[in-house]
C-alpha cells in the first residue's frame, strides 16, 4: 500500500529564512505528487503538484518542489518565508488513473518567527 | 466561481444521535470525495463518487458511515449512531482532471 512520510512533525523558521519541507512516499510506481497547505479552522488549498516531465515544479505563493525518483522524495521549499505562511502542510500521493484518492502525510506545522 | 461548500460547519450531536453532513461541489465536477481529519488518524479516504455511484467504500470505518450522491451534485455524509471517535472534521471535495478542490469542512463533536 502506498504511504507518505513527512519526518519533520513541526518547523520553526525565521521570517525571511529559506524553507524546506521533507515529503517521501512509498509506491509502486511514480504516483501523483501533490502540497497543501491548511491554514488554521480552514480547508486545504493545493500549493502544486507533479504529475510528469520537469522535476522541478513551482507552485503558488512562491513555492516550489522538486520531484526525485531516486529517494521517492518531493521536498517543498521557499527562498525567503512570509509570517503568513504559517499553516500546516500536507504532502499527498494519488495514484495515476481516473480514481485518485490521494493518500496524506502526517503533516509539518510551520511557524514563523519575526 | 464558487467553491466546494460544506454544511454545517460545525455541529455537536450526541453520542448516539445520528448526523448529517452535507457537500456542494463545484458545479460541473463529477468525482467526488470525503475524507476525515481526526488528531489520532490524521487525514484519511473515506468514500469516492464518480457521478451518483460510489466505486470506492474502502474508507468508510463501518458500517454506521454512509454516504449518497444525488443528480451528480449534493453529497450527504450520514453517520448512524454516533460514537466520541467519530468526532473529527470532515472534508469534502470534488475533482476537475487530477486536482481536488476541497471544501472548508464540517467539524463534528461528538459528546
Known amino acids: 500500500a502506498q504511504s507518505v512520510t513527512q519526518p519533520d512533525i513541526h518547523i520553526t523558521v525565521s521570517e525571511g529564512a529559506s524553507l524546506e519541507l521533507r515529503c517521501n512516499y512509498s509506491?509502486?510506481?511514480?504516483?501523483?505528487l501533490f502540497w497543501y497547505v491548511q491554514s488554521p479552522g480552514q480547508g486545504l488549498q493545493l500549493l502544486l503538484k507533479?504529475?510528469?516531465?520537469?522535476?522541478l515544479v513551482q507552485g503558488i505563493k512562491g513555492f516550489e518542489a522538486e520531484f526525485k525518483r531516486s529517494q521517492s522524495s518531493f521536498n517543498l521549499r521557499k527562498p525567503s518565508v512570509h509570517w503568513s505562511d504559517a499553516a500546516e502542510y500536507f504532502c499527498?500521493?494519488?495514484?495515476?488513473?481516473?480514481?485518485?484518492?490521494?493518500?496524506f502525510g502526517t503533516g509539518t506545522r510551520l511557524q514563523v518567527t519575526l | 466561481g464558487a467553491g466546494v461548500s460544506q454544511s454545517p460547519s460545525n455541529k455537536v450531536t450526541e453520542k448516539g444521535k445520528d448526523v448529517e453532513l452535507r457537500c456542494d461541489p463545484i458545479?460541473?465536477?463529477?468525482?467526488l470525495y470525503w475524507y476525515r481529519q481526526s488528531l489520532g488518524q490524521g487525514l484519511e479516504f473515506l468514500i469516492y463518487?464518480?457521478?451518483?455511484?460510489?466505486?470506492?467504500k474502502s474508507g468508510l470505518p463501518s458500517d454506521r458511515f454512509s454516504a449518497e450522491r444525488t443528480g451528480g451534485s449534493v453529497s450527504t455524509l450520514t453517520i448512524q449512531r454516533t460514537q466520541q471517535e467519530d468526532s473529527a472534521v470532515y472534508l469534502c471535495?470534488?475533482?476537475?482532471?487530477?486536482?481536488?478542490?476541497f471544501g472548508p469542512g464540517t467539524r463534528l463533536t461528538v459528546l
Open positions: 471535495a470534488s475533482r476537475r482532471y487530477n486536482e481536488q478542490f
Open positions: 509506491y509502486g510506481a511514480t504516483p501523483y
Open positions: 507533479y504529475f510528469s516531465g520537469d522535476t
Open positions: 499527498a500521493v494519488a495514484p495515476t488513473g481516473t480514481a485518485s484518492k490521494l493518500t
Open positions: 458545479s460541473g465536477h463529477t468525482a
Open positions: 463518487f464518480q457521478g451518483n455511484s460510489a466505486p470506492d
